[in-house]
């Protein structure tokens, strides 16, 4: 069966670094997505992928980067960390062909010191 | 502002009752989906529910798409019902497929 890995699980960060979050899917899924969970906020997308090196801004892009090398990956880059932040940053794929419901990893939970 | 609002935000039930689960839209959608994430877990898809009424064992999902509006029952609740509830409307478009997310229910089931 396929899975969603995110690496790493856990990631501590000091303020202002630069972090880099990252995604392997081997179900061959087109797209994917990486979204941010805050307490009480649900869900906000912040970068999506159709296709191997397409990129496309969600509602949350800025303060990120992100890239899709292939196909089976997607990274996210935190671009300089806040002091006191801490949320859950999740990814996702789907097919591309129609609508079903993305398939989600297990999440990479940040703090920043 | 916010094009999904979920309501309540948090719910604490007694084993055994019922709860109904509620998902507004501000916008028109394609289709809208439930998950449940457990505490400190990924989403798990519950429902993919463009219209109508589904069920699935305890769970049954009901949407209305001209009033947007989708809404959640649990029946005979458990306690591994507890966690996060989170409902979502899906855009599709030339860009690709976009889910919006609702802020969630947090659901605690005691014994």
């Known amino acids: 069966g396929g899975i969603i890995t995110q690496t790493p699980k856990f990631l501590i960060g000091q303020e202002g670094q630069k972090l880099t979050l990252k995604c392997q899917q081997n179900f061959n899924h087109d797209t994917m997505y990486w979204y941010r969970q805050d307490s009480g906020k649900g869900l906000r997308l912040i970068y999506y992928s159709i296709t191997e090196n397409d990129l496309q801004k969600g509602d949350l892009s800025e303060g990120y980067d992100a890239s899709r090398e292939k196909k089976s990956s997607f990274s996210l880059t935190v671009t300089s960390a806040q002091k006191n932040e801490m949320a859950v940053f999740l990814c996702?794929?789907?097919?591309?062909?129609?609508?079903?419901?993305?398939?989600f990893g297990e999440g990479t939970r940040l703090s920043v010191l | 502002g916010q094009q999904v609002q979920q309501s309540p935000a948090s719910l604490v039930l007694q084993e055994g009752e019922n709860a109904e689960l509620q998902c507004n839209f501000s916008t028109s959608l394609n289709s809208m989906q439930w998950f449940y994430q457990r505490p400190g877990g990924s989403l798990v898809s519950l429902f993919y529910n463009p219209s109508g009424t589904k069920q699935s064992g305890r769970l049954t999902s009901t949407t209305v798409i001209k009033e947007r509006r989708s809404s959640l029952h649990i029946s005979s609740s458990q306690t591994t019902d507890s966690g996060t509830y989170l409902c979502?409307?899906?855009?599709?478009?030339?860009?690709?497929?976009?889910?919006?997310f609702g802020t969630g229910t947090l659901l605690s089931v005691k014994p």
């Open positions: 979502a409307m899906a855009h599709y478009g030339g860009s690709g497929n976009k889910l919006i």
């Open positions: 996702a794929s789907s097919p591309g062909q129609g609508f079903q419901a993305p398939l």
